[in-house]
């Protein structure tokens, strides 16, 4: 991005810059710093408020958040990949934390001076979630986006890195003075170490009030530097005891950078070169950019540290927040993959939808090229009609025709079965037959000497495949008139098929018929057995 903006949030001031990094060095295009009074997120709220209403601050921000509230350290974790070294990394930031790792947003970046080789430090910063939600709060209600958080001290280290003489004045030690906040930010070789400290007095003495006030100013401006002096000593001497790298940076460097204020900077690095004893230089922002001539010697170095990683990536490229962009942008994935699905399956619906009306206007199309032939059929000559209509006549006389060539001697076969079938003892007084397609249904009645008669009349009949029904309707036992002895008078439902039946019907009234032999036989052989 050719032109970003740098946000830092400090102890006592809220400070952005906007950068164009086209040119090399790059140009600072403005910078705006607005007092912070309290700590509370009103406050905090009127500053970036004040602050955006002096910048045209349009893109997304690099935020940097205070020292005080975060923790930058190098781990070494033991790691065999570093595709998977995220839970080892985790592990060794637990030990620098005094609360758990699950409160904290965390980042780490592989430290490498030059971006090129390899080193198994890594540097990591996190801060507790609460205060970087409220930092997030108070921009958002300020209306700045942002799209990245810093650590000020990664960013001052940044700044300096980015400088020419940087490369070779290595392990180097940065103190940077804001407000009563004072950080030693140590980088070496194998990696970059940050130790803040809140003075116990006021960095500045405050001004005397008399006719003396000249004397007695100098004398608590003295009194201030030597307070000062034996502070930075004492918090020298205790790093020195924290960290090995702090004694290096004492024996190897010849000169500690000082970063602060025009005023405050020049204290700050007097009162540094008698508490290390080591020669001190100024990191002033004009090292870093292009000024303008209204811009005055405000300290802008962290803010132009984070407004650089704004612009590309930075030798500690750290952003607190990256997490949850990554997870924003799976989640507007799965929206996206989520409307698309719906998406398509609409589309599925409406192509089924369009099939379905181009089939329905297909057939409409069918039939009504039928409604035209009819149509046209209806329009030809009367004698091909009257043809027509005569053929059709025909063919059912003939179909007719043919029915009763095949049926008619049904009728009288039928009689002459049923009367070769009566036994001896049975005769018959009515027998009524009619036709109807496709049977010949009648009643039989007439009388018999006795049960056994009519049941032999009625299995002679039933063996027969073509009489499809006989069922006898009722026997009754009676005198007859003439001869004065007792009969069983018997009506009997019959019915016959027309046409003669099939094959399978045939074979299964072979079937009926031995079964009805079989059930004759058992009474006979019933009544020899009782006999013997």
Aim: overall charge positive; some cysteine.
């Amino acid at each position: 991005m050719a032109v970003s903006v740098g946000l830092e949030i400090g102890t006592t001031a809220v400070r952005a810059v906007v950068l164009d990094s086209r040119n090399k060095p790059p140009q600072l295009l403005a910078a705006v710093t607005a007092p912070l009074s309290g700590s509370s997120g009103d406050e905090l709220v009127r500053a970036i408020q004040q602050v955006r209403r002096s910048l045209p601050i349009r893109s997304p921000v690099i935020l940097g958040l205070p020292t005080s509230a975060a923790i930058v350290t190098t781990v070494q974790p033991l790691v065999v990949s570093r595709a998977r070294s995220e839970l080892a990394v985790s592990f060794e930031l637990q030990q620098h934390l005094p609360y758990e790792a699950a409160q904290a947003a965390w980042h780490y970046q592989w430290f490498s001076l030059n971006g090129q080789s390899k080193s198994s430090a890594a540097v990591v910063a996190a801060v507790k979630h609460a205060v970087l939600q409220e930092r997030l709060t108070a921009c958002q209600r300020a209306g700045v986006a942002v799209k990245g958080v810093q650590i000020n001290a990664v960013a001052v280290a940044n700044a300096w890195l980015s400088t020419p003489t940087a490369g070779g004045a290595l392990p180097s030690l940065i103190v940077r003075c804001d407000g009563r906040l004072v950080e030693w930010i140590v980088i070496t070789a194998g990696g970059l170490y940050v130790f803040p400290h809140l003075l116990p007095f006021p960095s500045a003495p405050s001004p005397p009030s008399g006719a003396a006030g000249g004397i007695i100013q100098a004398g608590l401006a003295q009194a201030h530097e030597d307070q000062m002096v034996t502070w930075l000593k004492s918090s020298w001497e205790g790093l020195q005891n924290s960290l090995t790298a702090a004694a290096t940076t004492l024996a190897s460097t010849p000169t500690v950078w000082c970063v602060g204020g025009a005023e405050a900077g020049q204290q700050l690095g007097a009162c540094l070169q008698r508490a290390v004893g080591a020669p001190v230089q100024s990191l002033a922002t004009t090292a870093l950019a292009r000024l303008p001539a209204q811009i005055g010697g405000d300290d802008f170095v962290a803010t132009c540290g984070l407004a650089f990683q704004g612009a590309g990536p930075t030798r500690v490229s750290l952003n607190l927040i990256q997490g949850m962009l990554r997870r924003r942008h799976a989640a507007r994935l799965h929206l996206g993959a989520q409307f698309i699905g719906v998406l398509a399956a609409l589309l599925a619906a409406l192509w089924s939808a369009a099939g379905i009306v181009t089939s329905l206007h297909a057939r409409e199309a069918v039939v009504e090229a039928y409604r035209k032939e009819e149509h046209s059929y209806q329009l030809l000559r009367p004698e091909v009609r009257s043809i027509r209509r005569h053929q059709a006549h025909l063919e059912a006389r003939l179909t007719q025709l043919e029915f009763l060539a095949r049926t008619h001697d049904r009728m009288s076969r039928s009689l002459l079965y049923l009367t070769e079938t009566l036994p001896d003892s049975l005769w018959l007084t009515m027998l009524d037959l009619s036709k109807s397609i496709p049977h010949i249904t009648g009643t039989l009645e007439g009388y018999a000497q006795s049960f056994q008669g009519v049941t032999q009349f009625i299995d002679r009949v039933k063996a027969e495949p073509e009489w499809v029904t006989v069922k006898p309707q009722a026997t009754n036992v009676m005198t007859d008139p003439t001869t004065r002895t007792e009969v069983v008078a018997f009506a009997i439902q019959v019915q016959r098929l027309l046409e003669a039946p099939s094959a399978t019907d045939a074979s299964a009234g072979a079937e009926k018929t031995q079964k009805a032999e079989e059930g004759h036989r058992r009474p006979q052989k019933a009544k020899k057995a009782k006999k013997k």
